[in-house]
């Protein structure tokens, strides 16, 4: 079942040259207990994406179609009030830099206690030992005693814990985890993400995993999306899309991660298009190896290419 269905979501900006279109057409589900990767190059409208999900959208932003369903609603068309009622307490962000979330003059106690005043309506004793209980469940060592430790006593790997503590002290259904481990090292990444993986099976929460690193959604990931200049281009469970990938964007990006040490990285010739240029047909086409006549001409439609498995190619 999903808990969030992006249907056709396009997006464009108001620029000095005009209205410059961001996001085109995009679809996607976020399953129940699941966690979907959304994955794509920096630039290519993930991070967009996921704000449209949580209606945090720059002034400049104007949905230009589509709607994206939660709990049967369109979160786009809900009213300030009621998006209050959404936010942190029923979908969660993780964003990159937890230091952009956590306030610098406040205990994180504090902090946690805040958001369990204003999300779950609890004060005094049972505000308290639900913040505890939260910091414990993502293993912060001596939790009652870390509750009055400034965000700066924490370690990178600690304050994105505590990111994750707020969201779980609200219960949220949904966890945006936009490039969670992105600044934090490799070992506490792996941390970070079996925590999340825990998390989602005790709780049975969803995760919209924002990342760039198909290392981590082929450990992590149950789906999978990618991303291409504000383009879905294949959708796929993440056991097919490793066995089979099709569109030729994928496999282009899957040949430039490293399999065995010494061998050459094959690159994607090109750069991905700002939002400044105007692209005809498949927007993948300027680097596409397999560029054919048509697919400068004509925006190729998702085809179906296995079980629940899409790819937006003219050659599938
Ligand atoms: Fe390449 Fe054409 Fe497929 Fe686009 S539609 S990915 S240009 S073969």
Redesign the pocket.
Known sequence: MAIIDVKNLSLGFDCECGLRQALFDVSFKLEKGKMLALVGESGCGKTMTAMSILKLLPKSARVLGGEILYDGKDILKLSSRQLQDIRGAKIALIPQDPMTSLNPLYTVGNQLLEVIKIHQGLSGDSAYEKAVEALDMVQIPCARERMSAYPHEFSGGMKQRAIIAMALACNAEVIIADEPTTALDVTIQAQIMNLLNEIKKETDTSILLITHDLALVSENADNVAVMYAGRI?ERASAEEFFLNPK???TLALLKSLPSNYGEKLETIFGQPPSIQQDIS??R??PR?A???D??KKQI?QEFMVGSGHFS????N
């Open positions: 281009v569109h030729p964007y047909g498949c993948f086409h596409c397999r560029c054919m048509i697919c190729p937006a190619c003219f050659l």
